[in-house]
């Protein structure tokens, strides 16, 4: 069993900037929209648990690693908020809340942290290939269609099937970019936390749904029967040519 509670020698970057305050966090690395960034969301409340953690791992994030056998202690680690990871060859990459890039005996790992308080996960698949469908009719050279085909055959999915349809794009996009990063790096290992937080201003009905589909989204691209609750990981899951694949799931109360 690995032992993630002694990793300190962490640094949170963004570019050459060390981000050592909320402050430095909001000013070099802000949310897409100003309005994200108050107490209680995830934006903030995220920035705030690896800020007062470092150069310790948040707990919770370091819970997730103690549960995967497959990670031993982490030599080092350095985490980028707000990071463009792509994971194709179109325009456009996937933004990933926080990067986090480590090595621990066995070598470099990749891991993905998406943080939410209640937020949904994007728009179903369904959707998003229906939007890129009308703006391809619209506009013969997009190429938006053509993603989300790409996209779907790299993990293995068919967009004929209602659940995989029913999925949350996000998940695909996150899961694809974590890959592509690991494989880019060379990390023989990837994974995607999900970062949780409860908080006075979430609803419970929303962070259900957010678990179902998580749960869903596991099951269906993966075969993976079990819950993912707070605190545990679940993998390897195998992607043809990629990196091992792991999923977590860390929760903050606040």
Known sequence: MSDATSISSGIIRKGVRRLLTLDDWRTHAPPKADVQ????????????????????????????????PDIDTLRSWQAEPEAGVSFDDYRGPANIDLLLVGEDKVGPLVIAIEAKADEPFGESVKKVLSVATREREKRSQSKRVDRIEQLATQLGLSLDQDDVLALRYQLLTVTAAVLSEARRRTAQRAMVIVHEFVTSQTKVDKRGRNARDLDRFLQTAFGC?????????????????RPKLYFGKAQTTV
């Not at 960034?37 to 409340?45: H, L, P, T, V, Y």
């Not at 705030?48 to 549960?67: F, G, H, K, M």
């Not at 029967?225 to 040519?241: I, M, N, Q, T, Y």
């Open 37 to 68: 960034w108050k107490d209680g969301r995830s934006a903030k409340e995220s920035a705030r648990s690896w800020i007062n953690a470092a150069p310790d791992l948040p707990p919770e994030i370091a819970d997730v690693l103690r549960s995967c």
């Open 225 to 241: 029967a079990d819950r993912l609750r707070p605190g545990s990981a679940v993998g390897p899951f195998e992607v043809k040519g």
